[in-house]
């Protein structure tokens, strides 16, 4: 068993690994270890994924327009905020993309946080993590892009302001295109990384006080990436759906 396998990754790997060996023989992939095929950040991604759909029920299911919860005033809450942003930043009709803006804070947000908790660890501390929502971003709002312009309008953004310009403005537009996804992974990557390791190294050295106002950075930083994550994909979506652009 790996040193840093967490105790749910191994309940994974003792019950399930015919299961996942199954799903990756299906993509022609063979795990290092197929006895062990699961790893924590894949554990820890489904854990939030249940955890976030659990949420969504509790929510749905205490819905009232006379007596709202306490959980129903949050997330209208959220749902301004992340309204009036996207708002700001330029963006048409924003209750269009809400959703998907929601639901990227939310999960990774879920995913800094459940890294707090010394028995789990955060799934965006792998660089696969922050990989894949970058990419489901950049899909995303090109995606939104084409349905909002049309396909021939929106490949205009790519031939620059005058035509001459077009073979050299579309090779920059591509390769800007490219670094937002790197940008977007890097940064969620790294500071994630960072705050993990700081935290779990004064945890180590110290004993209550200091431990604590790391453990408060640490959310703090959590907060500030999600925020950050999702802004810059507003800002994508703005882009790629303006007529004036």
């Not at 309940?11 to 290092?32: S, T």
């Not at 971003?137 to 090109?142: F, G, K, S």
Request: no cysteine; aromatic share 14%; glycine share 6%.
């Amino acid at each position: 068993m790996p040193e840093h396998e967490l105790w749910l990754t191994a309940l994974f790997n003792d019950y399930l690994a015919g299961i996942a060996n199954a799903i990756l023989n299906v993509f022609n992939i063979h795990a290092e270890n197929p006895a062990r095929p699961w790893a924590n950040w894949i554990v820890m991604e489904l854990l939030v994924v249940v955890l976030l759909m659990a949420l969504a029920a509790t929510v749905r299911s205490s819905l009232s327009s006379d007596k709202p919860g306490k959980l129903q005033h949050i997330f209208e809450l959220l749902y301004g905020f992340l309204k009036t942003q996207a708002s700001e930043v330029g963006i048409h009709h924003p209750e269009k993309y809400s959703a998907f803006f929601g639901t990227i804070f939310i999960f990774v947000l879920a995913m800094n946080l459940i890294g707090i908790i010394p028995i789990f660890e955060s799934p965006t501390m792998e660089v696969a993590v922050p990989a894949g929502l970058a990419l489901s971003t950049w899909i995303y709002y090109h995606v939104m892009g084409v349905h909002e312009l049309g396909p021939l309008q929106y490949m205009k953004h790519f031939l620059g302001p005058v035509i001459w310009l077009a073979p050299l403005m579309i090779f920059i537009e591509i390769i800007g295109h490219f670094a937002r996804m790197l940008s977007l992974t890097v940064r969620l990557y790294g500071n994630m990384l960072a705050g993990e390791q700081i935290t779990n190294a004064f945890i180590g050295l110290t004993y209550l006080v200091v431990p604590v106002l790391f453990m408060g950075l640490h959310v703090f930083v959590a907060f500030l990436q999600a925020y950050v994550f999702s802004l810059l994909t507003m800002i994508y979506v703005s882009m790629a759906t303006s007529h004036e652009h």
